[in-house]
Nanobody, 116 residues
Framework: QVQLVESGGGLVQPGGSLKLSCVAS????????MGWYRQGLGGAQREWIA????????NYLRSVEGRFTISRDDAKNTVYLQMDNLKPSDTALYYC?????????WGQGTQVTVSS
């Protein structure tokens, strides 16, 4: 089972930037599409926010399009999420997983808090 480990979250002011990383235990990006997901506070449902296909095509949730960028480094088995112009509504626990996701591949996530 491929393991995915997220990092890079933190506390940032509105308008700020963060770059999240997701390291995979195997070189799988040429075989499976990868995505970022997030879950807000208070038991909110986890939502998909970005996809990067094997061919490097990207898709984004409308509310993050133009602010977030998904990318990958095959040599490092790492997928990234560059987040710019962050808003308080982006506060959430962020996860990476496959697209479609694998229930067995959810990691611990990385917390992003946007607050002044």
């Amino acid at each position: 089972q491929v393991q995915l480990v997220e990092s890079g979250g933190g506390l940032v002011q509105p308008g700020g930037s963060l770059k999240l990383s997701c390291v995979a235990s195997e070189n799988i990006f040429n075989f499976r599409a990868m995505g970022w997901y997030r879950q807000g506070l208070g038991g909110a449902q986890r939502e998909w926010i970005a996809t990067l296909t094997q061919g490097r095509t990207t898709n984004y949730l409308r509310s993050v399009e133009g602010r977030f960028t998904i990318s990958r480094d095959d040599a490092k088995n790492t997928v990234y999420l560059q987040m710019d112009n962050l808003k308080p509504s982006d506060t959430a626990l962020y996860y990476c997983n496959f697209v479609p996701y694998s229930e067995d591949s959810w990691g611990q996530g990385t917390q992003v808090t946007v607050s002044s």
